[in-house]
Nanobody, 121 residues
Framework: QVQVVESGGGLVQPGGSLTLSCAAS????????MGWYRQAPGRERERVAT???????NLAASVEGRFTISRNNAKNTVYLQMNNLKPEDTAVYYC???????????????WGQGTQVTVSS
């Protein structure tokens, strides 16, 4: 069984910084693309950033220049460094991992439970 667990959310003032972490564990053969998504109240879930196993990064336009995504393949972990946070960044942030549980199986997407980020003075 696979688990994906996020950590690092919290309350921060506008202009502040937070780092989110997400680790995939359990029955894992290999991990492909990992990513961060967010969902604000009353809005659909949106992609924030993704990173492939080879390090190719895709950032949403709304966070370019402020957020950075990175990963540690040895630890099946992905990070989201968030700088210059704005009130509109307030949302539940979800991590996902596209992974294979064993050789020969098709990859499947696994989601974490989410972590709340609130940007407010």
């Amino acid at each position: 069984q696979v688990q994906v667990v996020e950590s690092g959310g919290g309350l921060v003032q506008p202009g502040g910084s937070l780092t989110l972490s997400c680790a995939a564990s359990g029955r894992i053969f290999n991990v492909g693309t990992m990513g961060w998504y967010r969902q604000a109240p009353g809005r659909e879930r949106e992609r924030v950033a993704t990173i492939t196993a080879g390090g190719r990064i895709n950032l949403a336009a709304s966070v370019e220049g402020r957020f950075t995504i990175s990963r540690n393949n040895a630890k099946n972990t992905v990070y989201l460094q968030m700088n210059n946070l704005k009130p509109e960044d307030t949302a539940v942030y979800y991590c996902n991992a596209n992974l294979k549980e064993s050789w020969g199986e098709d990859p499947t997407v696994h989601w974490g439970q989410g972590t709340q980020v609130t940007v407010s003075s």
